[in-house]
């Protein structure tokens, strides 16, 4: 990925218009989904496609052979880390997570992702210090905002 491009995408989401944000969120999707061209897009689609029709062990197969063949794409990760959320896998889904961050430090989804871990899991100090550190690459979300007030009153 041109880092030139990456740094300016991530300098956007910094900016007070909210159109700016969008459109710079959009892109580093697109990004982040065709890192590794049509293969590994055409492989994340599908595996979604299984998902979204509760075939969730084919799905995860799909991504696991993806991660094999392709270790160094951060969005498979983040997909299976994904779909292991969903079925209450948290110990798994923070796994690929990190592996997620090691890739792609800036990934403000595996983030979120780990935050909402920590949060199903009881571990709300945690939750908050991985919606603050998506904070920090995206401040104007909202979501992580509302997570992090959320967290804190349940330590209260």
Known sequence: MDSLFVNSLLEDLRNPDENVREQATRKLWRLWFQQKGIYGLEMIERSQKLLDAGESVEAEAILTELIHNQPDFAEAWNRRAFLYY????????LNDCEEVLK??????????????????????????????????????????????????????
């Open 86 to 93: 969903t079925s209450s896998q948290y110990q798994k889904s």
């Open 103 to 156: 890739l792609n430090p800036v990934h403000f989804g595996a983030l979120h992702g780990m935050g909402l871990c920590y949060l199903a899991t009881g571990d709300y100090s945690q939750a908050i210090r991985c919606f603050q550190r998506a904070l920090e690459i995206q401040p104007y979300s909202l979501i992580n905002q509302r997570l992090i007030l959320e967290c804190t009153l349940r330590i209260s």
